[in-house]
């Protein structure tokens, strides 16, 4: 009896260490909060399209430039009305992420110099973002958005895992942690 303990004994630990080490760990995302409900994630994440937008200065910014970190891609324009509403909350989502390990890159669509995004964005509430323009509509044609709002977010490895079309509540407590979250993964 006690060998046929032993061998049972020997199966248990060793189906424990399959388990435990060679089973890959399947990582779950957290929860989106009722406050992000447009956003929908991507069941099948696919690397986000080569997209190029112009930093203040007009040089050309790869989105590639921010792998390596959870990107929250929004495209706003000047013009709508949701994208204003939701500028505020946009602005203090960066603020609360900080430059950390997630990164808001609010593009405004639309063929405004960068002077003008500037001071649109600080008069709006939201002049803590950097000026990112997309004056010839790629980004919004890369991602084959139809309308503004439109908002990506991009995992570290340069894969859409979520997207939404419309304004959200981005600076809600439940969706700043949500983003936090996805930073430290």
């Not at 859409?160 to 304004?167: H, L, T």
Request: aromatic content about 8%.
């Amino acid at each position: 009896m006690p060998r046929k303990m032993t061998q049972m004994l020997a199966a248990v630990f060793g189906a424990a260490l399959v388990v435990l080490y060679v089973i890959p760990s399947v990582e779950a995302s957290p929860a989106i909060p009722p406050a992000l409900a447009a956003l929908k994630a991507d069941p099948a994440p696919k690397p986000a399209p080569a997209a190029t937008f112009l930093d203040a200065q007009g040089h050309p910014q790869p989105l590639s430039a921010f792998k390596g970190r959870v990107v929250i891609l929004n495209l706003w324009a000047t013009w709508c009305a949701p994208c204003i509403a939701e500028l505020p909350a946009v602005g203090k989502l960066a603020a609360a992420l900080g430059d950390g390990k997630v990164a808001v890159v609010a593009v405004n669509a639309s063929h405004d110099d960068a002077a003008k995004v500037a001071d649109f964005l600080k008069s709006h509430g939201a002049g803590n973002l950097a000026v990112y323009r997309d004056p010839d509509l790629s980004v919004l044609t890369a991602f084959g958005s139809q309308g503004l709002p439109f908002s990506v977010v991009i995992d570290a490895n340069g894969r859409e895992i979520a997207r939404a079309s419309g304004p959200m509540k981005w600076d809600d407590p439940a969706a700043i942690a949500y983003f936090k979250a996805l930073g430290s993964r």
